[in-house]
């Protein structure tokens, strides 16, 4: 038995939040670049649940409910974090939430700070809406893989964690599936009671 089906099943919404993309003015680069990290970062079998839509508050507030009432244990948003006038998708988390988890937010705009100062105008959060965890993440697939992954040196050594090594114990304790990462991409912080124990084939 592979790895891949030893591991839990899981379900998971990507949502690209972006006018011009929704509209097909431009390529939408959002949801590629988040399949491809999750697909490299996790062992789970992932069925993905994409979403393309505008930057109207009530679509992506309606849009996160639909993705959790189907069974998506994560949520990752891109697009819609900055403080333009249409840039809401903090808001529309945050109305469907039951938890904030804020220390997600404050990680990314650590990571970010280390590339542009203006890291600190971006407003990403993330929540728990029952058993599932959102997070909002930044719009460019170079910054959506930093702040999932965090920054290494030349020699390939972490300098600073990134936010999904959080991922999944936070999964863990709200009754979710169990992660299983693939430590080259990204190792998963557990604490040591929290381990399951590697399953034989």
């Not at 690209?16 to 988040?34: F, H, M, N, Q, V």
């Not at 508050?57 to 959790?68: H, K, N, P, Y």
């Not at 804020?102 to 700070?113: A, K, N, V, Y």
Request: proline letters at 7%.
């Amino acid at each position: 038995m592979s790895d891949n089906q030893a591991c839990d099943a899981l379900k998971i919404g990507i949502v690209s939040i972006s006018d011009r993309a929704s509209s097909g003015t431009y390529e939408d680069k959002g949801l590629p670049a988040l399949k491809d990290w999750l697909s490299r970062a996790l062992k789970n079998p992932i069925t993905f649940e994409p979403r393309l839509i505008p930057d109207e508050q009530a679509t992506i507030s309606a849009t996160l409910i639909e993705l959790v009432d189907a069974g998506c244990a994560l949520v990752l948003t891109t697009g819609g974090t900055g403080p333009a006038l249409r840039d809401v998708t903090p808001e529309a988390t945050l109305a469907v939430a039951h938890k904030e988890m804020p220390g997600f937010g404050e990680q990314m705009r650590q990571i970010s700070l280390k590339f542009v100062p203006t890291a600190i105008l971006s407003r990403q959060v993330a929540v728990i809406r029952h058993k599932s965890l959102i997070i909002n993440l930044p719009g460019q697939p170079k910054s959506i893989a930093e702040t999932l992954e965090g920054l290494k040196d030349a020699n390939g050594k972490s300098v600073m964690d990134g936010i999904f090594a959080a991922v999944p114990y936070c999964v863990d304790l709200i009754g979710g599936p169990y992660l299983e990462t693939n430590d080259a991409v990204c190792k998963a912080f557990r604490p040591k009671a929290a381990i399951r124990p590697p399953r034989t084939a």
